[in-house]
């Protein structure tokens, strides 16, 4: 969806928009990054569910992942992609149009 249509609701995004995705993602935008059990406390959830959601997001090409050994253990950090990020504010903008200012 391109936003060069003028319309508030061009950037609405449906991967984004559910409720933990889009919970993720502001985090995400945040934090810059995070490390995924930051997120999962963050938002309450269980790590299959986060993975769950995690895998739409990245397949959707909004996130990626890093895995990196901290505390002798590999952990698995997440940051928005450039793709992602403008895709997320986007859809905040088309919220905001939605709900009026």
Known sequence: MSASTGSPMSGFNATIHAPNRLRICAVL???G?????VVQEQLDVSA????????V????G???QRKAVRDTRQRV????TR??????????????AIVGT
């Open 29 to 31: 935008d945040t934090a």
């Open 77 to 80: 950090w997440l940051k928005l």
């Open 48 to 55: 299959s569910v986060l993975s769950k959601h995690v895998t």
């Open 83 to 96: 793709q992602g990020r403008a895709a997320y504010r986007a859809h905040i903008d088309a919220l905001r």
């Open 62 to 64: 909004y996130i990626e």
């Open 57 to 60: 997001l990245m397949d959707a």
């Open 33 to 37: 990054e995070a490390e995924f059990a």
